[in-house]
């Protein structure tokens, strides 16, 4: 049984960082693209960060240059290195595993979906 679990999520001012992980069983991980989206009340989930099986990366213009994407495939697991945070970047965190080309920006090519973390930014 695949399980992808999201943590690292909490409140932080704007302007400040956090770090979320993702832990990846019951696949070969290393054969995974993984990724990150984030979905805010109201809105629909948006892509966020891409990470090839060979770590090639892929961000969105939003968080370029504020976020980093990176993968430990000897623990399974995806990381999502937040800084420069700011209230708009206030949602549900999910990681995704793709099985096929990778780097991703829609959500029809990942096999399977974490519960997701909640980020708070305030102002």
């Known amino acids: 049984q695949v399980q992808l679990v999201e943590s690292g999520g909490g409140l932080v001012q704007a302007g400040g960082s956090l770090r979320l992980s993702c832990a990846a069983s019951g696949l070969t991980f290393s054969r995974y693209h993984m990724g990150w989206f984030r979905q805010a009340p109201g809105k629909e989930r948006e892509f966020v960060a891409a990470?090839?099986?060979?770590?090639?990366?892929k961000y969105a213009d939003s968080v370029k240059g504020r976020f980093a994407i990176s993968r430990d495939n000897a623990k399974g697991t995806v990381y999502l290195q937040m800084n420069t945070l700011k209230p708009e970047d206030t949602a549900v965190y999910y990681c995704a595993a793709d099985s096929g080309y990778g780097l991703e920006s829609r959500t029809s090519p990942y096999d399977y979906w974490g519960l997701g973390t909640q980020v708070t930014v305030s102002s």
């Open positions: 990470i090839s099986r060979s770590s090639s990366t």
